[in-house]
């Protein structure tokens, strides 16, 4: 892809433009699955004439391999009311691991803050590979309360680690005996998705807003 780089701010604003190019003369064009209930509601402070395009777009989990196995983005739109002339803003979480697509999340398109831009652009919201709202959710609730179980056991710091160690392989053992490939869980191939979602909305250029992480995911996605 080729890139140009527009700006950089330290709160993670990126814009880009890129030239549509297919990643392989082979590879399938990326296909949008429409849903006819969305992931979240949109606040009532949002444009009432505006109605959200949900749904998944799908990917391979690993590019490149053939073990066929694939994943579900969620993807929410919001189309411009006066249409759309100019390319869309395209909105990722950081974390990595956070949601792209939830209520505190939505209230951004308020018209006093970024629902202006939906004057003349589309907003994409965009969930990564991983995240809530995708076919394969990397969540691992026991790791989330393990410290507090080790301390309800009264561990000693050592114990407590070990513990802590062992919750969390128990997640990884899980999860990779369901086939999923945890190494294709990177900056890489979420930069790919980036793309695979552009090409499955039919948007020729995009503008790439990300925040915290999903600033960093900028720059693979400048690559």
């Known amino acids: 892809m080729k890139f140009k ?3 950089l701010a330290a709160f993670g604003l990126t814009l880009t433009g890129c030239d549509r190019r297919e ?3 082979t590879a399938a064009m990326p296909g949008f699955e429409p849903l006819q209930q969305c992931f979240a509601e949109l606040p009532a402070e949002v444009n009432p004439e505006i109605s959200p395009d949900c749904g998944y777009v799908t990917v391979p989990e690993t590019r490149g391999s053939e073990d066929g196995r694939m994943l579900k983005l969620g993807v929410l739109r919001l189309k411009s009311p006066q ?19 939830s209520e505190d999340k939505l209230i951004l398109l308020r018209p006093e803050l970024l629902g202006q831009v939906l004057q003349d652009r589309d907003i994409v919201l965009m969930e990564q590979r991983g995240t809530r709202n995708t076919s394969t959710f990397l ?19 050592e114990e407590a680690e070990a513990f802590e160690i062992e919750v969390l392989q128990g997640c990884i053992d899980s999860l990779r005996s369901q086939g999923v490939n945890l190494d294709a869980y ?14 499955a909305l039919g948007y020729e250029r995009i503008i790439y807003y990300g925040a915290s992480y999903g600033s960093q995911l900028g720059q693979h996605v400048l690559r």
């Open 139 to 157: 969540d691992c609730p026991e790791a989330n309360t393990a410290a507090w179980a080790a301390h309800e056991r009264e561990l000693s710091d």
């Open 23 to 25: 990643h392989s003369m």
């Open 186 to 199: 990177n900056s890489v191939d979420n930069a790919a998705d980036v793309d695979a979602v552009r090409q």
């Open 83 to 101: 249409g759309a002339n100019k390319s869309p803003f395209f909105m990722l979480a950081g974390g990595p691991g956070q949601t792209a697509i």
């Open 5 to 7: 780089v527009i700006a």
